[in-house]
Nanobody, 126 residues
Framework: QVQLVESGGGLVQTGGSLRLSCAGS????????MGWFRQTPRKEREYVAT????????EYATSVKGRFTISRDNAENTLYLQMNDLEPEDTAVYYC???????????????????WGQGTQVTVSS
C-alpha cells in the first residue's frame, strides 16, 4: 500500500523558516520523481518544486525560487522542503506527491503525479 505522510507544518511569522518532511512507503521511493504542491481555498493546487529520482535535478516555481529548497534522502525514503523567508502568500496546505511512473526526470504537472499525501498546513502570519 502506497503511503506518503507529510509533517513539519505549522504557524510561523513572516521571514521565518519551516522544514517539511514527507515519508514514503510502498512505492519504490528512490525510483520516482517527487514534488511539492500547495493549495488554498481560493486557488487550484499549485506546483511548488520537483526533484528527480536521484536528487540531482530540481525545479522550482518562480514564486519560491531562491527561498525554498527541495531535497530527498532515498535511504530514508523521505522528501524535504526547506522553506526560508516565508511570506503570508505562502500560507497553504502543502502536499507531497510521487510520480505515477518510474525513472522520469523532474515533472511539474499535477496530473503526472499518481500518489499524494494528506497535506500539512503552513500558516505565515504578517
Amino acid at each position: 500500500q502506497v503511503q506518503l505522510v507529510e509533517s513539519g507544518g505549522g504557524l510561523v511569522q513572516t521571514g521565518g523558516s519551516l522544514r517539511l518532511s514527507c515519508a514514503g512507503s510502498g512505492l519504490l521511493f528512490g525510483n520516482r520523481a517527487m514534488g511539492w504542491f500547495r493549495q488554498t481555498p481560493r486557488k487550484e493546487r499549485e506546483y511548488v518544486a520537483t526533484i528527480n529520482s536521484n536528487g540531482k535535478s530540481t525545479e522550482y516555481a518562480t514564486s519560491v525560487k531562491g527561498r525554498f529548497t527541495i531535497s530527498r534522502d532515498n535511504a530514508e525514503n523521505t522528501l524535504y522542503l526547506q522553506m526560508n523567508d516565508l511570506e503570508p502568500e505562502d500560507t497553504a496546505v502543502y502536499y507531497c506527491a510521487a510520480d505515477r511512473h518510474l525513472y522520469r526526470g523532474t515533472i511539474t504537472a499535477a496530473a503526472a503525479f499518481g500518489h499524494w499525501g494528506q497535506g500539512t498546513q503552513v500558516t505565515v502570519s504578517s
